[in-house]
């Protein structure tokens, strides 16, 4: 598998104390990011301070060179509480001055110390957060099954009296009534559920995730057989999240290769998958489902520039196959009799992808018809 970027403390580590006027100097080290002090094209280093008793990350440096340490330290300043449970994170926020925030791509390349102590500050006590009201007596919390079957619990209202209610269930309205004398009322959705996913994509060149609207409304998701292709399909697709519909307690999990980078790990319901802002395309993609209605199961399909016979779309598979190509073979290698590699090949690249959610009885039907 190949090398995924990282990048780890040397100091501090936990167990030091500091105190407060004193300045911390970050160390660490990096792997397979750029290093140096070229603003153009170095890695940028921000480095944060935990305050557990604000419990919140306290900026303190906002992006210094990748050159493996910040030589003129992090301030701590004297209204820092006296406490032995500091941390320090360091974490990589863009790949040279104009390259976009890793974070806000679902980037997340960083690494945190063990706890520390600083002392000479105020003494402050932990604030305890009130525990969360009780619900008022009257409210009806709702929830719906795989079977399609509303649940109702009411917690407390007058004997024999009857409450109605509309449950919005992922843009389905469902409309009942019920009678608050019963502890559970358990009734039918009059239209059944019709589950369906939904994905966008992020082009290496593209700005933001785009939909149907493109980057310009990163709001709006594709549908059901809908077609996603980076806006420059030369240089390729990089993110993809997806979701499922009207598929209550049901989960949809996904993975991408991205290209020299490896497989990431899975992700699921919406979260971003792929190596966003490092310029690396997505080469061999995987899904696959949890809990999903009886019978229904994610089916889709992609465009490589070099698989499939080169910019055409590869046949619809059923999850979790794997398309694309998720290995280190590259088109068009050649090698020597002795197995060396004298030309130098391209790996695949993931162009256009589309998905749709089947009934996996009615694919086996038409397959069958076909035949």
């Known amino acids: 598998?190949?090398?995924?970027?990282?990048?780890?403390?040397?100091?501090?580590?936990?167990?030091?104390?500091?105190?407060?006027?004193?300045?911390?100097?970050?160390?660490?080290?990096?792997?397979?990011?750029?290093?140096?002090?070229?603003?153009?094209?170095?890695?940028?280093?921000?480095?944060?301070?935990?305050?557990?008793?604000?419990?919140?990350?306290?900026?303190?440096?906002?992006?210094?060179?990748?050159?493996?340490?910040?030589?003129g330290g992090v301030l701590l300043p004297s209204d820092y509480p006296e406490r032995s449970d500091y941390k320090l994170r360091a974490r990589v926020i863009r790949i040279g001055s104009a390259g976009p925030v890793l974070p806000d791509r679902g980037v997340q390349i960083e690494d945190i110390s063990e706890v520390f102590s600083i002392n000479g500050g105020p003494i402050v006590e932990d604030i305890i957060e009130d525990p969360p009201a009780p619900q008022k007596a009257g409210s009806v919390p709702t929830g719906v099954n795989g079977n399609n079957e509303v649940l109702i619990s009411i917690l407390s209202a007058p004997s024999g009296q009857t409450l109605a209610t509309q449950h919005q269930l992922q843009d389905e309205p469902v409309t009942f009534s019920v009678n608050a004398a019963e502890p559970l009322i358990t009734g039918v959705i009059q239209t059944p559920l019709e589950p369906s996913i939904q994905f966008q994509i992020k082009g290496v060149s593209d700005d933001d995730w785009m939909g149907p609207g493109g980057p310009s409304e990163p709001n709006r998701w594709f549908?059901?057989?809908?077609?996603g292709q980076a806006g420059n399909p030369e240089a390729g697709i990089e993110g993809l999240r997806m979701r499922l519909r009207k598929c209550p307690g049901a989960t949809i999990e996904y993975r991408v290769y991205s290209i020299d980078l490896g497989w990431q790990d899975w992700v699921k319901d919406g979260e971003?998958?792929?190596?966003?802002?490092?310029?690396?395309?997505?080469?061999?993609?995987?899904?696959?489902?949890?809990?999903?209605?009886?019978?229904?199961?994610?089916?889709?399909?992609?465009?490589?520039?070099?698989?499939?016979?080169?910019?055409?779309?590869?046949?619809?598979?059923?999850?979790?196959?794997?398309?694309g190509l998720p290995d280190s073979t590259r088109f068009g290698e050649q090698l020597d009799s002795e197995g060396n590699i004298t030309t130098a090949g391209q790996p695949a690249r993931l162009e256009a992808i589309s998905f749709d959610l089947v009934r996996l009885t009615e694919a086996l039907a038409t397959e069958e018809e076909d035949e």
């Open 1 to 71: 598998m190949a090398t995924l970027p990282t990048i780890s403390l040397r100091a501090p580590v936990g167990g030091e104390t500091y105190n407060v006027g004193q300045r911390i100097v970050p160390k660490w080290s990096t792997n397979r990011l750029p290093t140096g002090v070229d603003s153009s094209t170095t890695a940028y280093v921000e480095l944060s301070i935990w305050r557990q008793d604000l419990q919140e990350w306290i900026v303190r440096n906002k992006g210094t060179h990748n050159d493996g340490a910040l030589s």
């Open 223 to 227: 549908g059901d057989g809908g077609i």
């Open 272 to 323: 971003p998958a792929g190596y966003i802002g490092l310029n690396r395309y997505i080469s061999a993609f995987q899904a696959r489902t949890e809990g999903a209605p009886q019978d229904f199961e994610i089916s889709y399909r992609g465009m490589f520039n070099r698989l499939y016979g080169g910019d055409t779309w590869s046949e619809w598979v059923i999850s979790p196959t794997i398309i």
